[in-house]
């Protein structure tokens, strides 16, 4: 710690409260591992005086690590010998703790998560029932005209869940789709917008309409489109109006509307005709409740202890069939990889009270839910408090939080030289695994996102504000008094015609340490000036651009000097001001998504302590980056001149790379090779170029003179490349490549057989993608023996060559994208088109893309060859999303003997 110039009565009152504060914050966390309603009204307000405490003791001495002269530590000594005789005399630190130790991400998660899905309804009779009601098939032209359905049922059911699988199951036979989540306080307009994005209409021209102008849009876009929309978690009837008035029945094409509700009335109200249909969602069945227990407690295929029978039998009759008091249940009984003992169970089941009453009261579900939350250990249990600064249906992404949690202070080093991230990111799998958050996945399987369930949103808003952890400002009666010390805020008001709560007059404004703003609440925001301690400072997705009117001054943010975190993605800044140069404590800056931000101040040299920096393309001045030694993410750089790229090679502690290069200079690309070589810890490397523009072969240039690092696991280059380069590093030394999981290549000239098998014993890969330019092998087999890690496979290599999987190939593989060159099947003796697909590939269970080039080949044999391939993938147990895209398109009424025209890959 560097040595301030204070006096000794200073340094020894700030040691003395030092000490204090430790001391308390034990005794604190031993308070919150109990139930708030099991504590004494002492010991709460002893709690809630020490959190206030230790927020105005870090503030104190961040002012003075600033060399501000706030309130002199000596001015809190005697409130801290106050707070501590009362701990004594409350004999706080006799209450026992319950400690929960690390773990792991669990490995059963996806398993979890698929079985809670298909016990809700994606294969049962639920599914079965709503399929009926939707009449998919056999249509006529009689009963054409849009159909309405409402799942209803309380907060738990999975309503959710049910519509996502339907219409991820159907989504295939309309036009168009779009799913949209709503939520208890909807801007009607937003709403609109998103149905209207989801179903394909750009989004440039949808800011600037009003409600009536945004459902003549929306008339507009589905006139002659047959479409799926699914709405989700409609609260009031009103918003029901307004979707009756948007999808009229004039559309005759056998549309489909499914709501999500909780309400009868509002189902009533949006399924009034004849038509349309109400599916009420009813609790799991007994036997379908057990199911769902065990396989979130037990390992897959093992048998569970008869001693647990009794007691699992009462904790599923108080959960009433609910999956989401079950799940969460559940995850508090199974202690990462170990059952915990008998007599845990018994304690839970006493705990739990009387169970859920006949109306399902939102109270007992808090109760049940809070057990998991107070099974948590401390630090998690703040993490998590922390996402009520976002509104319900919020995808709530991963690394963003992360960076939120380290700048809030919530995550401290544990072992000397741990990354702060990955310490986070191991806190966010355990909120997963715990089942207090919904993980979204991506493609491959990874998660990036979260969702925190309504129910549990409704939960720690409510531990939350008992705590006085957040202030949350949404427009729906959620308020503070003018005298209220404020810490963390939330602006959450999205109706955009109501102006808010006037923030100038909270005098305790200037206690702010973090702010999150949704838009279109920025326009509550007060001078930035009037933060004296902010850490953290989320505007992201707020409309800051040329048509906002919006009068905050960002010149302001100089005066932030506490401020850890800056968030202004998405914002429509065209610049950001040199003040930020005073900011030397921050930590994250996020510009992304600001496409008219041309430049990054000069000032930001100044940035030391910079870890995470997203630059959106936009210009680096020279001298910038070589002083941002800390920084381990670095992402939308653009690789413009020499010496940017000469600086990129001090950046030792760089984990993540995004990069994008605008021109082809040889110069530009050894620069930036050289840089590369220095950086030893890198984990992500994304090379991206524009479109169109003509590139040397970047790899290429690597295939001497560098060599991965042990670490990286993602590899992406979207510039002209040929194979030997990776084939060269995986000879040399495969143990160089032994983590990576994704590995993207988008313009290969070619891929030979050798590649293939090379690629193919990599043994983390969990994800390839490969564009093949040029051809001149003509077969390609994808054999048993590779890919055993496999998840999403993408391999097209155009008219050239055709390809084919032996039996026992990709055995994980979900997702499976080919192509297969008619002409050269046919010229290979291989005209039955048997592509190895029947019966293999058994774990599919997603999308099937086949590129069927049929250039130079009779539509005859090109409509046999999509036969053949549509038939045996038919066939498949899991039946996977089928699209097969011939190219060229072949029109209807073409006759069998026309010849299909060449066309370019």
């Known amino acids: 710690m560097e040595e301030y110039n204070l006096n000794k009565r200073v340094k020894k009152d700030i040691e003395f409260l030092r000490k204090e504060l430790e001391s308390m914050h034990v005794a604190l966390v031993k308070v919150g591992e109990v139930p708030r309603d099991q504590l004494d009204k002492q010991v709460k307000l002893w709690a809630d005086e020490v959190r206030d405490l230790s927020y105005d003791m870090e503030d104190v001495v961040d002012k003075f690590l600033v060399r501000i002269h706030g309130i002199a530590p000596h001015d809190n000594t005697k409130r801290f010998k106050e707070v501590a005789a009362r701990r004594d005399r409350n004999k706080v630190d006799g209450i026992a703790p319950n400690p929960t130790e690390a773990i792991a991400i669990d490995p059963r998660l996806r398993a979890l998560y698929t079985e809670a899905a298909e016990l809700v309804g994606i294969y049962g009779k639920r599914d079965h029932d709503l399929m009926s009601l939707l009449s998919m098939e056999g249509d006529d032209i009689s009963n054409k005209r849009i159909k309405k359905i409402s799942i209803v049922g309380f907060g738990g059911l999975g309503k959710t869940t049910l519509a996502r699988a339907v219409y991820e199951k159907i989504k295939g036979d309309f036009n168009c789709r779009a799913f949209v989540p709503v939520g208890q306080n909807p801007d009607i307009k937003k709403v609109f917008r998103d149905i209207l994005i989801d179903l394909g209409n750009p989004q440039s021209d949808l800011a600037i309409l009003d409600e009536r102008q945004l459902i003549n849009k929306l008339h507009e876009f589905v006139e002659n489109k047959r479409y799926l929309v699914v709405i989700d978690d409609i609260w009031d009837e009103k918003m029901c109006e307004g979707i009756n008035l948007a999808f009229s029945n004039r559309n005759n094409l056998g549309s489909r509307l499914i709501i999500t509700t909780r309400i009868v009335s509002v189902s009533n109200s949006c399924c009034s005709s004849a038509n349309n249909s109400i599916y009420q969602m009813e609790p799991l069945s007994a036997d379908d409740s057990r199911r769902l227990f065990y396989k979130r407690i037990f390992p897959a295929n093992s048998e569970y202890p008869n001693e647990f029978e009794q007691v699992s039998k009462d904790i599923l009759k108080k959960c009433g069939g609910v999956p989401l008091a079950i799940i969460t249940i559940a995850s508090a009984l199974a202690n990462g990889q170990h059952v915990k003992p008998k007599r845990e169970w018994d304690i839970l089941l006493q705990s739990i009270g009387s169970g859920l009453t006949k109306d399902n009261s939102l109270e007992e579900m808090r109760r049940i839910l809070s057990f998991s939350y107070y099974d948590l250990p401390s630090y998690l249990k703040t993490c998590l408090l922390y996402l009520c600064i976002y509104p319900e249906d919020s995808k709530i992404y991963r690394d963003t939080l992360i960076w939120k949690w380290v700048a809030e202070g919530f995550i401290h080093h544990g072992k000397q030289g741990t990354c702060l991230f990955l310490l986070g990111l191991n806190y966010f799998n355990q909120l997963i695994n715990k089942s207090m958050i919904q993980p979204i996945y991506d493609g491959i399987g990874q998660v990036y996102a979260c969702r925190v369930h309504d129910i549990v949103l409704d939960l720690i808003c409510n531990l939350s504000h008992e705590a006085r952890f957040v202030n949350i400002l949404d427009g729906t009666g959620n308020s503070v008094s003018s005298q209220s010390t404020v810490r963390l805020l939330s602006l959450q008001n999205r109706n955009e ?15 702010v340490r973090s702010i999150t703003v949704f838009d279109p609440a920025i326009t509550i925001m007060p001078a930035l000036s009037r933060f004296e301690v902010l850490r953290v400072l989320d505007l992201s997705y707020c409309n800051m651009g040329k048509s906002s009117s919006v009068q905050l001054n960002l010149k302001d943010v100089g005066h932030l000097i506490h401020l850890r975190y800056l968030g202004l993605a998405a914002t429509g800044i065209k610049e950001l001001p040199a003040e930020i140069g005073s900011l030397r404590f921050l930590e994250v800056l996020d510009l992304q998504y600001n496409d008219q931000l041309q430049v990054l101040p000069s000032t930001v040299w100044r940035l030391s302590r ?31 001149r020499n010496i940017i790229m000469q600086e990129l090679g001090n950046l030792k502690r760089l984990r993540e790379l995004e990069i994008y290069f605008n021109d082809g200079s040889l110069d530009l690309y050894e620069g930036f ?7 030893h810890d890198i984990e992500r490397l994304h090379i991206n170029s524009n479109p169109g523009e003509i590139f040397l072969e970047l790899i290429d240039l690597f295939r001497e003179h560098w060599v991965p690092p042990v670490h990286l696991r993602e590899f992406v280059s979207r510039m002209p490349s040929q194979l030997s380069a990776l084939r060269g590093w995986i000879k040399r030394d495969s ?12 313009k290969v000239k070619e891929v030979q057989p050798e590649d293939v098998e090379i690629i193919g014993g990599l043994p983390s890969l969990r994800c390839l993608h490969i564009w093949s330019t040029h051809q001149t092998q003509r077969l390609l087999v994808i054999r048993a023996e590779g890919f055993r890690c496999m998840v999403d496979f993408y391999l097209n290599c155009g008219s050239a060559a055709h390809i084919m999987f032996e039996p026992g190939a990709l055995p994980r593989a979900e997702q499976v994208y080919f192509s297969l060159g008619v002409r050269v099947a046919i010229e290979d003796g291989n005209c039955g088109f048997d592509l190895g697909l029947q019966g293999n590939l058994l774990s599919l269970r ?20 999509e036969a053949v391939v549509r038939r045996a993938l ?21 006759h069998d003997d026309n010849l299909c025209e060449d066309e370019e890959n």
Not at 497 to 511: A, K, M, N, V, W
Not at 673 to 679: D, H, T
Request: proline residues 5%; glycine residues 6%; contains cysteine.
């Open 497 to 511: 015609d109501h102006q808010g709560i006037p923030l100038r007059y909270f005098t305790g404004i200037s206690h």
């Open 610 to 640: 910079l870890i995470c920096l997203h630059v959106a393309k936009c210009e680096v001045t020279p001298g910038v980056l070589q002083n941002l030694t800390s920084i381990e993410v670095l992402k939308e750089i653009r690789a413009s």
């Open 673 to 679: 090779v050289k840089s590369l070589c220095n950086l």
């Open 735 to 746: 143990s160089h490549l032994s983590n990576l999981s994704v590995l993207i290549l988008s």
């Open 846 to 865: 997603r999308d099937v893309i086949v590129w069927m080039y049929c250039g130079g080949v009779k539509v005859g044999e090109a409509k046999q060859a």
């Open 874 to 894: 038919d066939a498949h147990p899991n039946h996977p999303k089928i699209y097969i895209d011939m190219l060229p398109y072949i029109a209807d009424g073409a």
